[in-house]
Structure formats: structure tokens, C-alpha cells
């Protein structure tokens, strides 16, 4: 006769606490493998918001910064004119190139930018009215509207590529000013 703990092929039967701890390790598992799954995904969530963060505030801080920026020459130009125009002259000095920046502080530019709108009022409006290209070289020509003056005036823009692809602006204006040329105004 065979005991309650023992089958009929010999083996000992699995007792009732043994067979309630299988399904619990296959709970077990289960639960560590979605555990695992969810750390994963959890890693690729956070290691994509990183990348996406760090290019966002890279590619802002080089926009801003003039460093590694890839922006076409003329949007370069344009934004500093933008700026310009907003009194954002912090944002326009990021335009520059460094040989600029090397010779003119950015509160230089900044007072130098205020003088020109105490002067001859803030700039109203601009539009391009011309543009020259030559291999790693470019010539943006604006008409300048200021609050001030009755007429626009011609204001220049050069910007070189560096190497590695940015634009800068090299020089502006006549002569690295702000203030409009009494001499050229055009109409």
C-alpha cells in the first residue's frame, strides 16, 4: 500500500505547499522579466529625453554662441538684424566673428548700439535689398529704417565661413558702427 506522500510509480507526490510555490515562481519570474522590461524601457526613455536635451541646449547655446553653429550665412545675417531691430544687442554680439569680439566687448556693443537709438532713433524696419556671394564669403546690403530719420540708409553686412561650416559676420555697417553714414542714405 502506498503512503499519501508517494505515487503509484514510487516517487514522493509533491506536497501541496510545493506545488502553491510553483505558479509563485512563475509569478516570481514573471514579475522580475516585467521588472526588467520596465527598467529598459524606463533607460531608453531617460536616455532619450538626455540626448534630446543635450542636443537642444547645444544647438541653442551654438546658435547663440556663434561656436559650431551651421546656420546658412544668411540666416546668421538676418538674425543679427532681427536683433537688432528687438534691441536684443546681447544677441546680435553673438553674430560676430571672434576677431570682432576680440577688439569690442559685448557691453562696447551694446553702448555702442544705444548711442546709434538715442541718435538716431531705434531701427523701425530693414529689408534686404542686396546680396553677393564669393567661395567662403557673403555681403548682405539692408535698407535701415530708425525712428528718426526720414530716410532709410544702406547698411552692410560681411560674413566669412570658418572652418567646421559656421558663418560670422566680420564686419558691419561702415566701419564696425552701428550709427548710419550721413553721407549714404538710400532711398
Known amino acids: 500500500m502506498s503512503t499519501p506522500s508517494s505515487s503509484s510509480s514510487g516517487k514522493p507526490k509533491p506536497s501541496a505547499s510545493s506545488r502553491a510555490s510553483a505558479p509563485a515562481r512563475r509569478r516570481s519570474r514573471r514579475s522580475l522579466t516585467c521588472l526588467v522590461a520596465a527598467l529598459l524601457l524606463l533607460l531608453i526613455i531617460v536616455l532619450a529625453v538626455s540626448y534630446a536635451l543635450t542636443h537642444l541646449f547645444t544647438s541653442s547655446s551654438s546658435t547663440l554662441l556663434g561656436n559650431g553653429d551651421t546656420r546658412s550665412a544668411p540666416t546668421v545675417a538676418s538674425d543679427f538684424m532681427d536683433a537688432l531691430k528687438s ?3 546681447d544677441r546680435a554680439y553673438l553674430d ?3 576677431t570682432i569680439q576680440a577688439q569690442l566687448t559685448a557691453t562696447d556693443f551694446d553702448q555702442q548700439a544705444q548711442q ?3 541718435c538716431d532713433g531705434v531701427v523701425a524696419d530693414y529689408s534686404l535689398v542686396d ?3 564669393q567661395k567662403a564669403a557673403m555681403r548682405f546690403t539692408y535698407a535701415v529704417t530708425r525712428k528718426k530719420l526720414t530716410r ?3 547698411f552692410v553686412l560681411q560674413l566669412a565661413q570658418q572652418q567646421g561650416g559656421s558663418w560670422t559676420i566680420v564686419s558691419y555697417g561702415g566701419g564696425a558702427s552701428l550709427l548710419p553714414p550721413d553721407a549714404a ?3
Open 96 to 98: 560676430l566673428d571672434s
Open 152 to 154: 532709410s540708409y544702406r
Open 87 to 89: 534691441q536684443r544687442y
Open 185 to 187: 542714405p538710400y532711398s
Open 131 to 133: 546680396s553677393t556671394s
Open 116 to 118: 546709434a537709438d538715442r
